[in-house]
């Protein structure tokens, strides 16, 4: 598996952490101004977890853990004052059955904690789109080679994410 191989810059950060770096990055807007992260090591010497806290300019804080054997819901949240975001499989949702979900919730409350909290029934928006985010990609792809069309993913927001993920290895120590 070229996920465990070093020498193909595996592992966890790259693999999967990099979307979520770039998930990060996309609802601040920003670049992180400050990043931190702590691993654990895979016998084939690349990161088989990590997990990551990152703060922006505008003092957004991000917080992501990936692993190559960690098990998980994969589900991303944006959480404000006011409440949340999920999406419940952001990175390759089932065709014609995606949902984003908006919730709101009473912060617990800890000077009474016998009064009960009130909880808003979330409320589900249905994303029905049935085409394969791969195909589209592709269509995408070929588009900026054969019509010169503008990637969507532009060189200085791919840039900035590897510089985001440079960081990071060199946090945990991990050099390709």
Not at 20 to 49: M, W, Y
Not at 95 to 103: D, R, T, Y
Not at 120 to 136: E, K, T
């Amino acid at each position: 598996s070229i996920r465990f191989d070093k020498s193909l810059a595996g592992g966890a950060l790259m693999d999967v952490g990099c979307y979520c770096l770039n998930f990060s990055r996309a609802v601040t807007g920003e670049e992180p101004s400050e990043i931190h992260a702590i691993s654990k090591r895979h016998e084939s010497g690349v990161d088989e977890q990590t997990c990551v806290i990152a703060r922006f300019p505008s003092g957004t804080a991000a917080e992501f853990t990936v692993g190559m054997r960690t098990q998980a819901d994969n589900a991303a949240f944006v959480c404000g004052d006011e409440g949340y975001i999920r999406i419940p499989l952001p990175w390759k949702p089932p065709l014609g059955n995606g949902q984003v979900i908006l919730g709101r919730s009473t912060p617990p409350r800890q000077d009474n904690p016998n009064v009960p909290a009130v909880t808003p029934p979330p409320m589900v928006y249905a994303i029905d789109d049935d085409r394969d985010l791969y195909g589209i990609e592709a269509d995408a792809f070929a588009a900026c080679v054969q019509d010169l069309a503008p990637a969507f993913i532009t060189e200085s927001d791919t840039m900035g994410n590897m510089r985001a993920l440079d960081a990071l290895r060199a946090r945990i120590g991990l050099a390709f």
